[in-house]
């Protein structure tokens, strides 16, 4: 069955105690994933496979237009923008869009 977070303000719940042991650490700051290649903490295992394709050098998305290569998915997606020219991020009041998040973000900052 499931498991839930057993934080009262917390309504999540996960199939596994593994996965909810790695949820907890967003609610106690915990890091117990240590690189041992530069001794930096992270919260799971799952940022730690990431983080150590920096030390490795590993690119294994590759763009079929430009070549380019990247570590992680979510950055070949947003470059991917860039050839399709999809802008997925809109701005509600005024309708502009941006191919990345931090451009809506920087606009939303100056409407306020």
């Known amino acids: 069955g499931e498991r839930p977070c057993p934080r009262r303000e917390c309504e999540k719940s996960f199939r596994d105690s593994s996965t909810l042991i790695q949820h907890q650490c967003i609610h106690t700051g915990e890091h117990p994933y240590k690189c041992l290649e530069c ?3 992270f919260q799971n295992n799952c940022n730690l496979l990431k983080h150590h394709q920096t030390h490795t050098g590993e690119t294994p998305f590759q763009c079929t237009d430009c070549g380019k290569r990247f570590n992680q998915n979510s950055h070949f997606v947003k470059h991917w923008h860039i050839h399709t020219g999809e802008r997925p991020y809109k701005y509600g009041e005024c309708g502009k869009s941006f191919s990345w998040s931090s451009g809506l973000t920087l606009y939303q ?4």
């Open 39 to 41: 001794g930096n903490w």
């Open 109 to 112: 900052q100056t409407h306020q």
